[in-house]
């Protein structure tokens, strides 16, 4: 078969070990030949891509990023968007594509199945919070770049008697800060799925400071937002091709709030792409392979329309449009273990 492979949306640590995965099964077990799209959807409207092949996925396997780099392009934006993309089956002969991406990447991948091609998706969102699958690759390494950055603020804290207000990414749902706030041993933890009260916050470090600790950590999803305000905070109005507003700006809203109200020194730290970037944890690189494999399994066996999605411990393959249209949020009981910690 004559396969295509491409990476939309964000970067994200894995995505390497998923090319890798794809290339090595197709091309060893199944004799098929592969090639992968640049830059996402961007790469299939404009017909540029390149060969894979053993020697080319050489090596990647603890590399961040991905070799076929990524972008943010919607084909819905485009005049015959999707008129040009199926011409790009048509012209490179395609039996199938696997499309390695969050909601946005996949939600075209379901259009085109509509459409009558053959798709299949591998679900990555550093988030987390991709229906339709218990974990996604990324998040295992964002969670442990958190995690230590958390670690080290806690003894600058402490030297300075300080408030150290963490951003860390989360868009719709606090995976990465309940996480790494749990194991980081944050004072507070601020997710999207509940908007915080900003005189509960300021208590629970007073009721801290009270105790003898003039130190606190507070950990903080770039998507929460105060109870009393209806949107997330956010650097400008453009948005994505996808419509999606750039988030950024509530952990230094947050961190003058908290000083205002208390008189405590508080500082800001932005994670950022930090996050993203760099070599992928060996959970993350084990569940990316498991994640390659599976896709191209699931194109020989024909299950087009679907995802790759891990149940439990063992992978399945779901309708792509369990994926679509809803966040897995943070779990109700997961957030109530972490605020017995607050304070």
């Known amino acids: 078969m004559r396969i295509g492979v491409l990476t939309g949306g964000g970067d994200c640590p894995g995505l390497n070990a998923v090319i890798r995965g794809i ?194 950590i507070v950990v903080v999803a770039e998507g929460a937002r105060f109870a009393n305000e209806a949107e997330q905070a956010t650097q400008g109005k453009t948005r994505d091709e996808f419509g999606h507003a750039r988030l950024g700006g509530i952990s230094s809203r947050l961190s003058e709030e908290i000083e205002r109200r208390t008189g405590y020194e508080s500082r800001v730290v932005i994670l950022g792409h930090i996050q993203r970037g760099g070599t992928p944890t060996a959970f993350d690189r084990v569940l990316a392979t498991r994640y390659g494999v599976q896709a191209i399994d699931m194109v020989h066996r024909g299950e087009f329309g679907k995802m790759a999605a891990l149940r439990g411990q063992q992978l399945t393959a779901v309708p792509l449009n369990e994926a679509l249209g809803v966040n897995r949020k943070v779990d109700p009981e997961l957030y109530e273990l972490a605020s017995v910690f607050f304070g």
């Open 23 to 216: 290339v090595r099964k197709g091309t060893m077990f199944y004799g098929d030949s592969v090639i992968g799209f640049l830059e996402g959807w961007r790469g299939v409207l404009e017909n540029r891509y390149q060969p894979l092949d053993i020697d080319t996925i050489a090596g990647i396997i603890f590399r961040g990023g991905t070799i076929l780099r990524t972008s943010r392009t919607n084909p819905a934006k485009y005049e015959n968007g999707m008129e040009r993309i199926k011409g790009a089956f048509q012209t490179n002969q395609l039996d199938a594509l696997i499309a390695i991406g969050g909601d946005d990447t996949l939600g075209v991948a379901q259009k085109l199945f509509q459409a009558g091609l053959n798709v299949v998706g591998v679900p990555k969102t550093i988030d987390n919070d991709l229906s339709g699958t218990d974990y996604c690759f990324g998040f295992d390494t964002a969670v442990m770049i958190a995690t230590e950055a958390i670690d080290r603020l806690h003894t600058t804290a402490e030297a300075h008697n300080r408030i150290m207000v963490v951003e860390v990414m989360g868009r719709d749902a606090g995976w990465i800060a309940t996480y790494s706030g749990i194991a980081g041993g944050a004072d507070v933890i601020l997710i999207p799925e509940k908007p915080f009260d900003i005189e509960q916050v300021c208590d629970l470090l007073k009721h801290r400071h009270a105790r003898g600790k003039y130190f606190s």
